[in-house]
């Protein structure tokens, strides 16, 4: 797109599929740093997902929540997106990888291998930032991706329970931000006051590969383990992931670094949680500070 906010973000290193749409790819930081032959990111150590392979990309940059946490800034919209079709984006997600990824070239840190199974990415990561849910055909391109043999991530808030219910990815993420509605408007400043709609999502993951996502914000949602607990358990989901907030990007515009969490106050909320859903500590990664619950079969 040629907008303000999207000059800004092509030079983050975002690339857009379409100049009308916002839909676009970013590699993480983890992917980069698997390239180089460092540490992959937890989604290695939890799941097995190789960093370098992974695709970190979203068909919508537009977002009907204001969470206080989130790094994107939507301080600007994207009027007149034009939505591109999934044969669009599968067609150039390779390519725009790629693209994404040619500063680096093999070298003695980016063995021969490991650059040419990074231009091979297995897996998509639908989670770069906005909410892939208002993407109208978010199902579809998903199915695309499998068909194409990559493993789908999708992270969601949560409020299209409607759409989410037609998605097949191969793990669904939902964000659980809040234990009570109140908390939940304070922190996602939702455009719409869409709490149930999120428990009716959760509802939905019993019966698939999914995991709850809480991102601590230290003074704001920190409160309640033994509600959350109650949710999680309530939801079925197979994992739930307790992360603390990272004091990042635009971020920083609205919250302060005391609103991280430390990891020790992480795993003890973490651990509060799983006692009341009847979850085990599975693993953990202190440097990400996250914890990883598993339901008990
Ligand atoms: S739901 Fe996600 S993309 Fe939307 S504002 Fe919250 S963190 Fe950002």
Not at 61 to 81: A, K
Not at 223 to 234: K, N, Q, S, T
Request: aromatic share 10%; net charge positive.
């Amino acid at each position: 797109m040629h907008s303000e906010p999207c000059d800004a973000l092509r030079r983050q290193g975002y690339q857009f599929f379409s100049t009308e749409s916002s839909a676009a790819l970013k590699p993480c930081l983890w992917c980069k740093r698997a390239l180089r032959g460092g540490d992959m990111c937890y989604k290695h150590q939890f799941y097995g997902i190789e960093s370098h392979r992974c695709v970190q990309m979203t068909p919508t940059l537009r977002c009907n929540q204001r969470c206080l946490f989130c790094w994107r800034s939507f301080e600007h919209e994207y009027p007149g997106e034009r939505e591109i079709s999934p044969d669009e984006i599968l067609a150039s997600v390779r390519q725009l990888q790629k693209k994404a990824l040619s500063g680096y070239k093999p070298s003695p840190y980016v063995t021969q291998e490991r650059f040419a199974a990074a231009l091979d990415p297995k897996h998509v990561a639908i989670s770069l930032s906005g909410e892939p849910t208002l993407f109208s055909r978010l199902p579809e391109l998903i199915d695309l991706f499998s068909h194409e043999g990559f493993s789908t991530f999708l992270v969601s808030n949560g409020t299209r329970p409607d759409v989410l219910e037609q998605c097949r990815p191969f793990q669904t993420y939902i964000s659980l931000t809040a234990p009570d509605r109140e908390t939940y408007l304070r922190v996602c400043r939702p455009l719409e006051d869409t709490w149930d709609a999120i428990q009716e999502s959760l509802s939905l993951l019993g019966t698939r590969r999914s995991a709850v996502r809480i991102t601590l914000v230290k003074g704001y949602n920190d409160h309640e383990p033994g509600a959350y607990g109650r949710m999680i358990l309530e939801s079925g989901a197979t994992f739930a992931e307790v992360k603390g907030y990272m004091f990042l990007g635009y971020s920083r515009k609205r919250l302060e670094r005391g609103n991280m969490p430390s990891f020790a106050h992480v795993k003890e909320f973490a651990e509060k949680i799983a006692a009341e859903a009847g979850y085990r500590i599975r693993d953990e990664n202190p440097l990400s500070r996250v914890v990883l619950l598993e339901r008990v079969q």
